[in-house]
């Protein structure tokens, strides 16, 4: 079984700075593209930052310069360095992966439980 736990949400005052982690878990073989999503309330999710097995990173417009998006792939993690918070970045985020697990020949996509950042002064 595969989990995917986020840690690092919380309560930051505008233009500060949040780091977000992604820890895999379980029987993998592989972990292979990776995304950070957010929704806020009211809204629809939305796509952040992506980063794939290797070092190839997309970003939303609205966080481009400001986050960062990295991968230990010895620990299993994804990491999402928030820079430049905005009250406008509140939202609970998202991990999701896709992942090859042990002894299987296809992939498929997990997903976290998600963790709350807030930006509020």
């Known amino acids: 079984q595969v989990q995917l736990v986020e840690s690092g949400g919380g309560l930051v005052q505008p233009g500060g700075s949040l780091r977000l982690s992604c820890a895999a878990s379980g029987s993998i073989f592989s972990i292979n593209a990776v995304g950070w999503y957010r929704q806020a309330p009211g809204k629809q999710r939305e796509l952040v930052a992506t980063?794939?097995?290797?070092?190839?990173?997309n970003y939303a417009d609205s966080v481009k310069g400001r986050f960062t998006i990295f991968r230990d792939n010895a620990k299993n993690t994804v990491s999402l360095q928030m820079n430049s918070l905005k009250p406008e970045d509140t939202a609970v985020y998202y991990c999701n992966a896709n992942i090859t697990e042990m002894y299987s020949i296809s992939s498929r996509a997990y997903w976290g439980q998600g963790t709350q950042v807030t930006v509020s002064s």
């Open positions: 980063i794939s097995y290797g070092v190839t990173t």
